[in-house]
């Protein structure tokens, strides 16, 4: 079998361009990562939003407020 680098330095700096390939490896894998988190994040905020508005909307129909008349439920 034959290997396209002798050895370990000859791979890491690829005839010259090893500088361009890294760092085009490291800005993928960090972007890759700030996309995965932030995603995550945001999902967390949303449904987080979504819970405080479901127990707003739960406590606005609690039987406290039955109690109104339907003039001012419609208010």
Same mark, same amino acid.
């Given at each position: ?15 010259h ?18 996309? @995965?988190?932030? !995603?995550?994040? &945001? ?6 939003? #979504?819970l ?5 909307? @739960?406590?606005? !129909?609690?039987? &406290? ?6 003039? #001012?439920?419609?208010?």
């Amino acid at each position: 079998m034959n290997f396209a680098f002798e050895n370990i330095h000859d791979f890491i700096w690829m005839g010259h361009h090893g500088v361009y390939v890294w760092s085009a490896w490291l800005i993928s894998i960090v972007s890759i990562l700030f996309l @995965i988190l932030h !995603s995550k994040n &945001a999902r967390q905020r949303f449904y987080q939003r #979504e819970l405080a508005r479901l127990r707003r909307g @739960i406590a606005q !129909s609690s039987p &406290a407020n039955s109690k109104r008349t339907p003039s #001012e439920r419609s208010e």
